[in-house]
């Protein structure tokens, strides 16, 4: 069984990632808000891979790529971002992450990473479904922007008490927000969302969440 931390300042990402590598059979076993936490957690327990924000404050990535190559120059740490400069492209360089993600990222790719370092990932069950539906939802949202992932996001808990992951249960409530949100440009989120599910789209629940989003 391979374990992962995961750092990131925005907490619904760490979640929402959180289940979705759960479903991959990787145990979260801590999650962290910033560069430092960071180091501690793998100070502390030595987690098989450190899922990595580039751009946090106070202690960023850079600080914790930094910290954490200094106990270990063998420690995998994949390195998140939405925006690489070149002036933090060369420092990463220099510090040698295992792996860069631009954000938004795909499904494919982390199985990839993760498929590098141990066994091959098993393939999503029944049990999972709705980790994966809350990954796709933030993934397709984050092609507009981070403020959509923290509108759509913060709507749904302050008028469901729902989470991402919930909305394969509960289309409804996404389907209804996401037109509050964007309108008619709402069709653009739902055909994302679609695309990313598209082998699925014949399984239920699958095919009631795309239907109910789609009408």
């Known amino acids: 069984m391979i374990t992962a931390g995961i750092v990131d300042d925005d907490r619904q990402t760490v979640e929402v990632f959180a289940e979705y590598l759960e479903m991959c059979k990787v145990t979260v076993v801590a999650r962290g808000y910033d560069g430092k936490d960071a180091v501690e957690i793998y100070k502390n327990l030595k987690p098989d891979v450190i899922f990595l924000d580039l ?7 850079i600080y914790a790529l930094s910290e ?4 270990d120059k063998n420690a995998n740490i994949v390195v998140i971002t939405a925006d690489l400069k070149k002036e933090m492209e060369e420092r990463m360089h220099e ?13 494919e790719k982390i199985l990839a990473i993760l498929d590098k370092i141990t066994t091959p990932v098993p393939a999503p069950t029944n049990r999972t479904k709705s980790a994966l539906v809350g990954f796709t939802i933030e993934q397709a949202l984050l ?3 981070k403020s959509a992932v923290d509108e759509v996001g913060d709507r749904l808990y302050e008028k469901h008490g729902c989470y991402f992951s919930d909305c394969l249960e509960h289309p409804e409530y996404l389907s209804v927000i996401l037109r509050e949100i964007f309108g008619g440009s709402h069709v653009v989120i739902v055909k994302s969302i679609r695309d990313r599910l598209a082998e ?6 699958f095919s009631n969440f795309l239907l109910t989003i789609s009408n």
């Open 68 to 71: 954490i190559r200094s106990v």
């Open 200 to 205: 699925f789209e014949d399984q239920q629940p």
């Open 95 to 107: 510090l040698n992450p295992t792996e860069v993600l631009i954000k938004p990222f795909d499904v």
């Open 143 to 145: 092609e507009i922007g």
């Open 55 to 61: 751009t946090m404050p106070v202690y960023d990535g």
